[in-house]
DNA sequence: ATGACGAATTTGTATTTACATTTGACTGGT
DNA sequence: ACCAGTCAAATGTAAATACAAATTCGTCAT
């Protein structure tokens, strides 16, 4: 039985308070007055009084006298509502909203608060969200890797996290030396059946189009190469265009030529994304290609825009909310557990068949 | 000069555990050991490591020793980065994610972390998240008003806010009786200048279609009976649909044969917002109805999809991420000069001609 | 009225002393 | 090898005292 006079003093004052309906800046009693009608020293007065400071149930102001703060902590579990760090690439797009949707109403049922910061897949930034968020105290991270093909200055610190037992769980990619949970589609898989569908509907000559400082476009290229060889498609290593996430917008300025050169030389592109896939339709628009007269284009996420654009386009499914939901789930499975089993959650691609690719 | 022994001692244990590289849970000096070292007595060094322990800095354990817990507090600047919270009502899709990614933007910028919940534009999940954000500690709060122009709950809460100098800043819309700062567009104007160019057009009949919980619905719709008053435009109260947001994805299952109805009696519709045009533009799809030659549809926000779709859409540009940002800078504002004058950052709205409006 | 000054009040810092409670290691017996 | 008891060490609680620093408010002179 924990039966301290200072401990006596802290609950006695959250009485006094909710008792005699103190709002906020009200000035509170002395800490004379309360040694003399607590009959004890200053000293553990003042203990108690700093407790409720922390707790921020009070404010006290040298000179002046002590104040009831604020809201006076309404339940006495007074555990502060628990949050957990979100750090995504980006966000304001593409398939992005739906997976944070899915993390957020899972937090969210679980009590949670969730706290989000978007990196723009700069490693740098990936570092100031992950200072932020420790100094913020959060309880756990759901993190979407930056270039997570490349070499990445955070690895000390996800090495921290692991020793002072913070839960970490990606989602799309993992760093494939950090050892924490992941919940992803099979991009290698997903990068197979969009190959396969291609040659089953009669391409021989496919070029492929891939991320290249992104482990989901080596997996997305993997599965593109493995449908090659299978299927004796020659040529295929020739007609692989590889770009980094940062060209994006600008691959279709610099590159444009040596990529029609390659367009031109075969029926058919896997793109290793839809936003990728549709740039590369308007692209198509402007230079008078037909798809998918002219030339097939798969995408790969089913992003709304593949259901919406031009030339509908076929692509693969991506779990988008679900894939959030299971990452969250992960993460609160290590919570309640208290320890890290880096099992993964890894969804089934399905395809998506619409208009852009043609039977020859 | 704030010379004090106790704070001086937290210093020297900082630098002591930094440099002499103890990582977590090592054991660390006794109180005893301290006390011959600084020549003070054990109070004060109690002092100083009650200090340290609430910044987590150490850990003590009583009748064991104390220990070096965790992450040894980086940079001195030890005041836990702040944090801003943001409630939208939904942020999977549509404009939301621009908006939420200008916030994150200016708020990143200037050191604060971000802390998301969506409401679903319910006002009890508001309720929940804005009790989340408060026990949390937020420096301030950017909220995406759910249902403005109903009654709210919530009201007593914002009282609260504004009584504890806690900033607020609304986007989108504002609640009626809480007087905070706002940023957002002109959204009677918006409603005016469809109207308005649709009539520019040769139209004379023209329904509209807004959303009634809303307080941007009713302002577009005052726009839209002010330019249909002004140009003299017969019959338009009786070509308005209004419909309730939560409505959204079933109206056209219930309201179907009334919708068609009205449509069947006019040349053009002004739809509340983009979302809703698009689904108007699916169902004419459906039913055959041609746009524009059979039907002329506006919309407003200028969503992505409103330029990807079947029939590009003439629209009212939003400013989107602007928003979201003018949105921070107005809360970032009042924290600085910690005062909260009610200075709204309005956006005028600018008239986006597409395909889907035909000149009769 | 206004401003300067100072006393009283109130919280903050520091020391000393005493005892309580928990832990961990040591010791001795089985 | 194991168990139980003992004891020292470490932190936790409590009190009395003294002085420091900030605020408030009344008084007095201008």
Same mark, same amino acid.
């Given at each position: 039985m924990d039966n301290y006079k200072y401990l006596a003093i802290v609950d006695w004052v959250k009485q006094y308070i909710a008792s005699e309906k103190l709002g906020p800046n009200d000035r509170f009693l002395t800490e004379k007055q309360l040694c003399t009608i607590h009959g004890c020293s200053r000293q553990t007065v003042r203990q108690a009084l700093m407790m409720l400071e922390s707790e921020n149930v009070i404010c006290r102001v040298r000179g002046s006298g002590t104040f009831v703060s604020g809201?006076? +902590?309404?339940? #006495?579990?007074?555990?502060?509502?628990k949050s957990i760090g979100v750090i995504s690439t980006?966000?304001?797009?593409?398939?992005f909203p739906h997976i944070v949707t899915g993390i957020e109403s899972v937090l969210n049922d679980a009590g949670y608060a969730m706290q989000l910061a978007i990196t723009h897949n700069q490693v740098l930034e990936e570092t100031q969200a992950l200072e932020n968020m420790l100094s913020q105290g959060v309880q756990g991270l759901i993190v979407e890797p930056s270039k997570s093909a490349l070499p990445n200055p955070n690895a000390g610190l996800y090495a921290e996290l692991r020793r002072s037992d913070i839960p970490v769980v990606f989602f799309n +990619?993992?760093? #494939?030396w950090a050892d924490f949970p992941c919940a992803a589609m099979d991009d290698e898989t997903a990068g197979r059946i969009v190959t396969d569908y291609l040659i089953s509907c009669g391409h021989r000559s496919i070029a492929g189009i891939f991320a290249l400082d992104d482990i989901q476009g080596h997996k997305r290229y993997s599965g593109y190469m493995k449908s090659c060889l299978e299927n004796n498609i020659a040529g295929w290593e020739n007609n692989v265009f590889w770009f980094a996430t940062s060209d994006r917008s600008s691959m279709f300025r610099f590159a444009k030529g040596k990529l029609l050169d390659l367009i031109d030389s075969v029926s058919a592109v896997v793109c290793y994304n839809d936003r990728l896939a549709i740039s590369l339709l308007q692209m198509c628009k402007e230079k008078g290609i037909?798809?998918?007269?002219d030339l097939s284009v798969v995408g790969i996420d089913d992003s709304r825009y593949a259901s919406i654009c031009d030339v509908p386009l076929t692509t693969v499914h991506h779990p988008h909310s679900k894939l959030g939901e299971a990452a969250a789930e992960l993460l609160l499975g290590t919570i309640d557990r208290r320890i890290m089993l880096p099992e993964d959650r890894i969804f089934v691609p399905e395809l998506v068949i619409r208009d852009s690719v043609a039977k020859v």
């Open positions: 809201r006076p +902590a309404p339940q #006495p579990g007074t555990q502060a509502k980006y966000f304001s797009d593409y398939i +990619a993992k760093y #494939p037909r798809v998918p007269q």
